[in-house]
């Protein structure tokens, strides 16, 4: 398969769209079950193959074919200052490796080591436990026949050869942001797993946050030390928002001569790891950065899912339980539950699925209303009229810019700089009870917000064994020098670029198929209109010609800049 790194001309690039798009014809855009199609390519007759190799070369006229199907494969939404970091490989019938950063991409010339994990007794048995060197996980699995081959991320996983030697490893966990189940599962595996499979004795807690880089004692850590801390919920470590200082932090990292720095938390958190790891760079320290993504709200990009959600959704089914026993229990009761989601309602939704109890569901993707035709108070009128009782669910993100229109406030920002959240529940309760009232309609509401019980919890079985994993994963892939952030995609252990973790947050699409589900499931009205649908795919639509166009002309052309450096 030939491949190469993508450098482009810039004075070459727009004579290159136009003539990919004569050969290629015009993309359709599609939903993502039906990927659009693309013929494949040909090899020019006679011509040998290059070597898969990570050796920059400026591409020929023809490969244009192929920079077509990269523009409409890639999905990246790039800023200025991150076209330095990123590495894209280029291969046969657009195929596009979005490769992480390696110690060797700034340090050339370092030393190997065997991977210790091929003479311990429990993995030397194990048949290709190794993972092989060009070994990557699409992007996205549904395809058709004639379709692009699309984005592949790095597998994770351990590597025949390691860039540290266990007794020279220096290593340090620290978890930012709130709290989510599993976080203790995380830090004990990663402690336990570099001592049990890479005899690494040097492992620190950080505490408190990234201000615990620089305003606290390091914390060491052993197998004993968190042999059972799993079992507990929130964070050993402790953790807070904001208090990142990318300098004062890489200075204590060098002060201190660590070199793997484990970092678990949400977005906001993978960008500080991020600016950690270009200030890093810019030092030249051999030093690995992993991101452990953790958001319990699931909104990160990429990513199939983050540890922690199949525990919160689970833990919702007691609120959701609860509130309907007490709507059910009352003439015309009503259960409200408020449930976290900010930007993305996943747990809403799926623990409305889950449940079966629920008659709405509230999330901050689907806009809705109250009064008229409708809207949610005729829906409530009538459910009450049908069953004598309901169960509200509400994403805490949901209907923000309705209470902002009675309840005029000036937007604040936590520590992290998220949007700080008026009580839509609590509102949603108040507007309830004056309309039933104003009908003169005898009625009980209960209000249930569990969110911080939920967060509090450690994790459930299975939230355990993919914490594990996570941890395992993350481990190998630092040892093998590389830095990124781990998470499953499509069912594999991959590794993942800071900056496609962080651009974009993941969301509920309201044109997709499992929103549909609910909508059936709960037999409440969309509150949407037709033009508020076609709306809706026609701005899912706009976003991914943006990135599959705009965005990567700024990263052919920034990748070009870092050719020429």
């Known amino acids: 398969m030939a491949s190469s790194h993508i450098i482009l001309p810039k004075e070459e690039e727009a004579e290159a769209e136009a003539e990919a798009e004569t050969r290629l014809g015009t993309v359709v855009e599609a939903d993502h079950d039906s990927p659009a199609q693309l013929p494949l390519q040909d090899h020019a007759p006679g011509k040998a193959a290059l070597p898969f190799s990570a050796?920059?070369?400026?591409?020929?006229?023809?490969?244009?074919?192929?920079?077509?199907?990269?523009r409409n494969a890639s999905a990246l939404n790039l800023h200025d200052d991150d076209a330095a970091f990123v590495k894209l490989e280029e291969g046969d019938y657009g195929y596009v490796l979005d490769d992480v950063p390696h110690l060797t991409d700034y340090i050339p010339d370092l030393p190997t080591y065997p991977n210790p994990l091929q003479d311990h007794p429990a993995y030397s048995t194990v048949k290709q436990y190794f993972v092989n060197a060009d070994d990557t996980v699409p992007e996205k699995v549904v395809v058709q026949k004639n379709s692009p081959r699309g984005v592949h991320f790095r597998r994770a996983g351990p590597r025949q050869r390691v860039y540290f030697e266990s007794e020279e490893v220096k290593a340090c966990i620290v978890t930012c942001g709130g709290l989510c189940p599993g976080l203790n599962t995380v830090i004990r595996e990663l402690v336990c797993g570099l001592s049990h499979m890479y005899n690494v004795n040097n492992v620190f807690g950080i505490q408190n946050g990234y201000k615990g880089f620089y305003s606290s004692n390091y914390l060491p850590m052993t197998p004993k030390s968190v042999n059972d801390i799993h079992k507990r919920g929130g964070t050993v470590l402790g953790t807070s928002r904001g208090g990142h200082d990318t300098k004062k932090i890489v200075d204590n990292i060098q002060d201190r001569g660590i070199n793997q720095v484990y970092i678990i938390g949400g977005d906001g958190t993978q960008k500080g790891a991020y600016e950690i790891y270009k200030e890093i760079r810019r030092r030249g320290l051999q030093v690995a950065v992993a991101g452990i993504p953790k958001t319990i709200d699931n909104d990160i990009a990429v990513i199939d899912k983050s540890f922690g959600f199949d525990t919160a959704v689970e833990e919702a089914q007691r609120a959701i339980n609860a509130a309907h026993v007490e709507a059910s229990s009352a003439e015309n009761g009503i259960g409200l539950v408020k449930l976290m989601g900010r930007y993305s309602g996943f747990i809403a939704m799926y623990a409305t699925l889950a449940s079966r109890d629920v008659d709405c569901c509230l999330i901050p993707e689907s806009p809705f209303y109250l009064e008229g035709e409708g809207g949610l108070f005729e829906y409530v009128d009538r459910r009450l009229k049908e069953n004598n009782h309901m169960v509200i669910v509400v994403a805490e993100g949901a209907g923000q810019d309705l209470i902002a229109q009675s309840i005029p406030i000036a937007d604040q920002q936590d520590a992290s700089g998220n949007k700080l959240l008026l009580d839509v529940g609590l509102w949603l309760t108040h507007k309830i009870?004056?309309?039933?009232?104003?009908?003169?309609?005898?009625?009980?509401?209960?209000?249930?917000?569990?969110?911080?019980?939920?967060?509090?919890?450690?994790?459930n079985a299975s939230d355990n064994v993919y914490c594990t994993l996570l941890a395992h994963s993350a481990i190998h892939g630092a040892m093998a020098g590389y830095s990124?952030?781990?998470?499953?995609?499509?069912?594999?252990?991959?590794?993942?670029?800071?900056?496609?973790?962080?651009?974009?947050?993941?969301?509920?699409?309201?044109?997709?198929?499992?929103?549909?589900?609910?909508?059936?499931?709960?037999?409440?009205?969309?509150?949407?209109?037709?033009?508020?649908?076609?709306?809706?795919?026609?701005?899912d639509k706009a976003a991914n010609n943006r990135k599959n166009g705009e965005n990567a002309k700024k990263q052919h052309a920034s990748v070009l800049a870092k050719g020429e450096k």
């Open 484 to 539: 990124f952030t781990v998470g499953m995609v499509n069912g594999r252990h991959s590794y993942i670029p800071f900056h496609r973790v962080t651009s974009t947050r993941n969301k509920v699409r309201i044109t997709d198929r499992m929103w549909a589900r609910l909508l059936s499931s709960t037999n409440q009205p969309s509150f949407l209109s037709k033009e508020d649908i076609d709306a809706a795919r026609e701005a």
């Open 55 to 70: 050796t920059c070369v400026r591409i020929s006229r023809d490969s244009y074919p192929n920079l077509r199907a990269l």
């Open 433 to 459: 009870k004056d309309y039933c009232k104003s009908k003169k309609m005898e009625m009980t509401i209960k209000y249930i917000d569990p969110t911080y019980m939920i967060r509090a919890i450690p994790s």
